[in-house]
């Protein structure tokens, strides 16, 4: 093949790229149109913008069109800011999260909403709660578990308390990474959350001896710091470095590379319907009897249905409960509103003294 042989097929090759590309936004100007058109009539009927079970849907059938013709995890990329400007267009959704901006939970946030939603930071878990619940949000997210450290024992209570319900969940990485506006050689100072800085102990020992390491509030308020502060540099989510105009010095310096956070939706309902492929989450207070564990777990057992987390905490709530007494936190595979799971949770009113059903979303990529 010459070279002009192959600058003509490079160029009809572009060719067809842009005449796809004219394709793609013409069909994406039909879908807003469909999308506004959706938005009027969720207006009219009350719908709420962001449902759980229809995205899980359309992810699930773009992924069985796609046949491994593109990646997986490039289509939800896609697909996520497509689904993030159609609530845009119908209206934009306002999410809680723990603030400030380039936390964990900002980015655990960004994953699932996409760049086109309102974000509403808050100052601590229980906060993110109370937003949603003075309408100020229409949905929080909220850290509900982390694979190093355990259960978020305050996301934990404050669900105890709320009428929200969980009707998503999200899983990251929890990755952290150096950033600064200048060279290493040059830091002197280093922020960071006091779980990160624990977190990357042993690479902190053996890169930066002799620093001030100083602890703050959050990741995001760490970064905050050293993009004000001379020869500083912070520990961070790398959402961070974009936020705050830094730069990467180091990535993935967590000690432990397997270090996962979940994260829970919470808005005033859970997933709108079963999708074949759900989670709930109840929580419960038993009578104490000799085996009444073991009974409620067998009342899920009899009727096939999966425990997949069982975990406890101290109950902090005197009206039904005295000192040194336990909830129960259980995740079951399905949806409450199917018969097998609602006739399971009117057993359990034999051996509980109190039973609520904290939300059911669908398990997705991003959550199994």
Known sequence: ????????????????MDDLDQQIVELLAQRAEVSREVGR????????????????????????LVEGRLRGDHLRAIYRE??????????????????????????????????????????????????????????GVIAIENSTAGPVGESQDRLVE????????????????????GPLDQVRTVFSHAQSLSQCRGWIAQNLAGREIVAVASNGLAAERASQTPNSASISPKV?????????????IQDNPNNYTRFWVIGPRMSERPTGNDKTAIVFSIHDRVGTL?????????????????QSRPAKHTGWSA????????????????????EALHALEEYTVFVKVLGSWPLGPSSE
């Open 294 to 310: 073991r009974n409620v777990a067998d009342v899920f057992a009899q009727r096939d249905i999966s425990l997949s987390s069982i």
């Open 82 to 139: 497509i689904l993030s400007a159609s609530r845009d267009l119908q209206r934009p959704p306002r999410v809680a999260f723990l603030g400030p901006r380039a936390t964990f939970g900002h980015q655990a946030a960004l994953q699932r909403f996409g760049s086109s939603s309102v974000y509403v930071p808050a100052p601590s878990h229980y906060d993110v709660v109370t937003e949603v619940e003075r309408g100020n949000a229409d949905c």
């Open 1 to 16: 093949m010459t070279q002009h042989e192959g600058t003509v097929d490079l160029t009809d090759l572009r060719q067809r």
């Open 323 to 342: 000192t040194w007494d336990y909830v129960f936190f259980f995740e079951l595979r399905g949806h409450a509103s199917e018969p097998a799971l609602q």
């Open 41 to 64: 009539r969720k207006g009219t009927q009350g719908g709420a913008v962001f449902a759980p079970a229809r995205e899980s849907e359309i992810f699930d059938r773009l992924g069985q």
């Open 162 to 181: 709320t009428r929200l319900q969980v009707c998503d969940e999200i899983t990251i990485p929890i990755s952290h990474y150096l950033m600064s506006r």
């Open 240 to 252: 961070a470095s974009e936020e705050y105009d830094l730069n990467v010095l180091a990535e993935q």
